[in-house]
C-alpha cells in the first residue's frame, strides 16, 4: 500500500515530502527490492540510493540531500518545494 509511507528529502532546517508520484515511484522501487531509484524533478535527474538513504543529483554527484521513509503525519516545510500556510 503506497499510502502508508512518506518520503522526505531534506532542506535547510526541516524536511520536504516528496511529490505524490515521486512517492509512488519511490515506493514502489523499494518495495520490489532495488537499491536505488531514477527520479525526474523539474527537468533534472536525480538518484536516490536507498542504502546510503541520500538523493543525488545525476548531472552534478556532490549535490547531495539525505532522505528517510517514515510515516505521512510528521511535520515536514511542504510537498516538494511548495511551503505549508
Ligand atoms: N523534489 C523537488 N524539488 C527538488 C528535489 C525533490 N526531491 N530535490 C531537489 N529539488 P539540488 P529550503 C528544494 C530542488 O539538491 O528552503 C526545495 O524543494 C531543490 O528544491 O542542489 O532550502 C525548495 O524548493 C532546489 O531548488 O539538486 O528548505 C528549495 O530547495 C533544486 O532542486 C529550498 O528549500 C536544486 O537542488
Redesign the pocket.
Known amino acids: 500500500d503506497t499510502e502508508k509511507y512518506q518520503w522526505y ?1 531534506e ?4 524536511w ?1 515530502k ?2 505524490e508520484r ?1 512517492n509512488m515511484d519511490l515506493e514502489n522501487t523499494y518495495s520490489s527490492g532495488e537499491t536505488e531509484c531514477l ?1 525526474l ?2 527537468g ?1 535527474i ?1 538518484c536516490v540510493d536507498f542504502h546510503n538513504m541520500i ?1 543525488i ?1 545525476r548531472s552534478d554527484p556532490t ?1 547531495r ?1 539525505k532522505v528517510k521513509r517514515d510515516i505521512p503525519t510528521l511535520p515536514s ?1 511542504g510537498i ?2 511548495i511551503k505549508n500556510v
Open positions: 528529502y532542506g535547510r532546517n526541516g520536504w516528496y511529490d515521486s527520479l524533478l523539474a533534472t536525480y538523493q543529483r549535490k540531500r516545510k516538494a518545494g
